[in-house]
């Protein structure tokens, strides 16, 4: 069982820059694929960017490639998104994510790919 908890989120300005943080529970951080959703009103929770074991491959939504960083510090227990350049597009829900390996680059776009959710943290940027 992983229990995950984000935070970080806010209101910022179109243009400025946020880092989410997301501390995860347990002992095992390491081996899990972790990633970022988000999900704004009235529309479906997409996916953000992973990172799929340790480092070792990182994957983005086309939204936020060359914007957005994820990052994990396994020692610490915690999985980050550095988002910066940011547009009122996105503002939404950001929900850090957890899943069992073995996982895929393509598994880990999709929220069924995912075992393990944070309540999220509300992130909102304005024009």
């Known amino acids: 069982q992983v229990q995950l908890v984000e935070s970080g989120g806010g209101l910022v300005q179109a243009g400025g820059s946020l880092r989410l943080s997301c501390a995860a529970s347990?002992?095992?951080?390491?081996?899990?694929?972790m990633g970022w959703f988000r999900q704004a009103p009235g529309k479906e929770r997409e996916f953000v960017a992973a990172?799929?074991?340790?480092?070792?491959?990182?994957v983005y939504a086309d939204s936020g490639k060359g914007r957005f960083t994820i990052s994990r510090d396994n020692a610490k227990n915690t999985l980050y998104l550095q988002m910066n350049s940011l547009k009122p597009e996105d503002t939404a829900v950001y929900y850090c994510a957890a899943a069992i390996p073995p996982v895929t680059r393509e598994t880990m776009r999709k929220p069924d790919g995912m075992d393990y959710w944070g309540k999220g943290t509300l992130v909102t940027v304005s024009s």
């Open positions: 347990g002992r095992t951080f390491s081996i899990y694929g």
């Open positions: 990172d799929t074991m340790s480092g070792g491959s990182t």
